[in-house]
């Protein structure tokens, strides 16, 4: 999924403002300096600042994660590799729903070990996952009926 990822902050990368598609903010993205980056992207373009590789390179070379990418370097090739502007919310959904499996996977296996281990009671542990799947549920807005 991180080409995925590196397809639309290449996208909003280019237009600041398509960074308002993507249904989930900065949550969305798994690397975590993708989240950041994202979170830069998303904090110029709600500002009316100029969002563009270059206007970014600062920003890229004093971050040690997207620095260890590559900098500067890394958004340009992160432009390269844009989704078309009409794709972008459906690429950031279907990191979202990448994100929701992923954390409902997680409440599965540490329901798991709690069952096998017995460390709670049956109905606690039941509780928590439910409320893991609610959670996600939620985190993924209305669903069209």
């Known amino acids: 999924m991180v080409e ?3 397809m639309v902050l290449g996208a909003c990368l280019l237009k600041g403002a398509r960074a308002f598609e ?3 903010g900065a949550d969305v993205f798994m690397d975590p300096a993708h ?3 994202f979170g ?3 904090r110029r373009a709600k500002c009316n600042e100029l969002v563009s590789p270059v206007a970014l390179a600062s920003w890229a070379d004093a971050h040690p994660g997207v620095q260890q990418l ?3 370097a890394y958004l ?3 432009a390269g590799a844009a989704v078309s502007p009409r794709d972008v919310a459906a690429y950031a959904d279907l990191l979202a729903e990448q994100q929701n499996k992923a954390a409902i996977l997680d409440a599965v ?7 096998l281990s017995d460390s709670a009671p049956l109905s606690q542990v039941a509780g928590e996952l439910e409320a893991a799947v609610v959670a996600r549920e939620l985190a993924s807005g209305p669903k069209p009926v």
């Open 4 to 6: 995925a990822e590196q």
């Open 22 to 24: 993507v249904r989930g």
């Open 35 to 37: 989240r950041d980056l």
């Open 40 to 42: 830069e992207i998303l």
């Open 70 to 72: 590559g900098g500067r």
């Open 76 to 78: 340009a090739r992160l």
């Open 109 to 115: 296996q540490r329901a798991q070990a709690a069952i």
